[in-house]
Each structure stands twice: as C-alpha cells, then as structure tokens.
C-alpha cells in the first residue's frame, strides 16, 4: 500500500513537500516514481529513484526545480517541489515497481499552484 500526502493550494514560486508512506511490501527492493495527472490530460512521469536511493531520473518539465528522495529505514519517499507554476497543477501518485510483481499505486494527492 502507498499513501501520499502533503498536497495543497500553493502559490506560484512556492514549495511543497509531497511524501509517500510504503507498507506491505519490501520496499528497499522496489523502485519509487512519482506521476502525475493534470485535468483533462493523461498520466505523465515526474521523477523516479531507485531502491537504494542513488540512481534518479526526472522529466525534462521538473528539472532543476524537484527533488526525489527516500528514506528505506522508514518506508517513506518524498518529492520536494520548488519554484512551482501553475503547469505544476496535478494530482499526484507515488508508484512502486519491482521486478515480476504488480506495480503499486497510491490514491493521489491534489497540488494546486494558483494565485
């Protein structure tokens, strides 16, 4: 199971700290991704770290500007978001995958970057 938190109304130039909590599952062996979906358009991939926390990879759209991080001694991942825009506007899921078992998905929780 994963459960996000941390989403709320924030204005532009802001911060946020999305965190994601694991459980049920080894999680130190399953790489962590965050997505996101914006009203009336498909899921897109945001960031993702894998299961020993040093290999991370970001869409060309949040580079520079979020940070994926994880923290394995507590079953917990993290998105650090900076300088956030309106385009920034999403619901956001945490994802965990490992290799041969079902993909993981949280519920989402809503960012909303408005003036």
């Known amino acids: 199971q994963l459960v996000e938190s941390g989403g709320e109304l924030v204005q532009p130039g802001g911060s946020l700290r999305l965190s994601c909590a694991a459980s049920g599952f080894p999680f130190e062996y399953y790489t962590i991704s965050w997505f996101r979906q914006a009203p009336e358009k498909g899921r897109e991939f945001v960031a993702t770290i894998n299961g020993g926390g040093w290999g991370t990879k970001y869409a060309d759209s949040v580079k520079g500007r979020f940070t994926i991080s994880r923290d394995n001694a507590k079953n917990m991942a993290y998105l650090q978001m900076n300088n956030l825009t309106p385009e920034d506007t999403a619901v956001y899921y945490c994802?965990?995958?490992?290799?041969?078992?079902?993909?993981?998905w949280g519920q989402g929780t809503q960012v909303t970057v408005s003036s």
């Open positions: 994802h965990a995958n490992s290799a041969d078992t079902p993909d993981v």
